[in-house]
């Protein structure tokens, strides 16, 4: 399993430049030697997956650990297998790009930090940084970020930023520290930041327009597809 490693990582080198994803990968690759008992990726089947997933609950290790774990399964195996995921682990749950689908929150406990630092630097554009770093720091829906207002963010004299949401429980508000410069950067760069009305996400090809949750949970996937952590 080895040499299907430095195989795997060769061709995705461009993809996957980040030390924490490759060795995640690599962990991933030793876990199913040691209990699913391949010695091949093209070895592994349904049991000797479920074997392999049955010893990562007894060690109890996290939902988002056992999810992400399988999200790289995936991977690999889609890769070994000429792109194509084997029937028996298609349906398999994987990581937070699955969990988008229903809404999920993107915090620290879902997404580690050194995930979260990967798929920023995936980023190409401020206003990406931006949304996933105010995400992951405020606990806020995807939908709940996206439909706020240039009105809706008020900058404090620290240099952090006040949010004004408005949720299925009402108005509240939560405050942007770690995530202030980014969110800055976007505002330095919104092409209706002078708008109160304006949406605060917008487009950022062409003509402005309010950025869509759906638009960015696919945008989301292709980024976590660039930062390795499918």
């Known amino acids: 399993m080895r040499e299907e490693l430095v195989d795997f990582f060769l061709e ?20 199913l030697a040691r209990h699913a008992g ?11 997956y479920l074997a392999w997933k049955r010893a990562l609950v007894r060690s109890g290790v996290s ?23 084997p029937p028996w682990l298609a349906g398999e749950k994987g990581t937070i790009w699955d969990l988008y689908s229903s809404g999920e929150h993107l915090r620290d406990k879902i997404l580690r930090p ?18 996933l770093a105010v995400l992951a720091e405020t606990g806020l829906r995807i939908g709940e ?3 706020l207002r240039i009105r809706d963010v008020e900058r404090l004299p620290d240099g952090t930023f006040r949010l004004r949401v408005r949720g299925k429980t009402g108005l509240r508000t939560v405050v942007a520290i770690a995530s202030a410069p980014l969110l800055a950067g976007w505002l330095e760069e919104h092409p209706l930041a002078t708008d109160p009305d304006a949406p605060l996400w917008t487009t950022i090809r062409g003509r402005p327009r309010p950025l869509r949750p759906k638009a960015f949970r696919e945008h989301l996937r292709h980024l976590a597809q660039r930062a390795g952590l499918e």
């Open 12 to 31: 995705r080198f461009d993809r996957m430049r980040s030390t924490a994803s490759r060795l995640a990968y690599a962990y991933v690759a030793l876990s």
């Open 38 to 48: 391949v010695k091949s990726l093209r070895e592994l089947d349904k049991p000797s």
């Open 63 to 85: 939902e988002f650990t056992l999810r992400s774990y399988v999200a790289r399964v995936k991977t690999l195996m889609r890769w070994a297998n000429g792109g194509q995921v």
């Open 114 to 131: 050194d995930e979260l630092r990967v798929l920023i630097e995936a980023c190409s554009h401020v206003r990406d940084k931006a949304i």
């Open 145 to 147: 970020l996206l439909s």
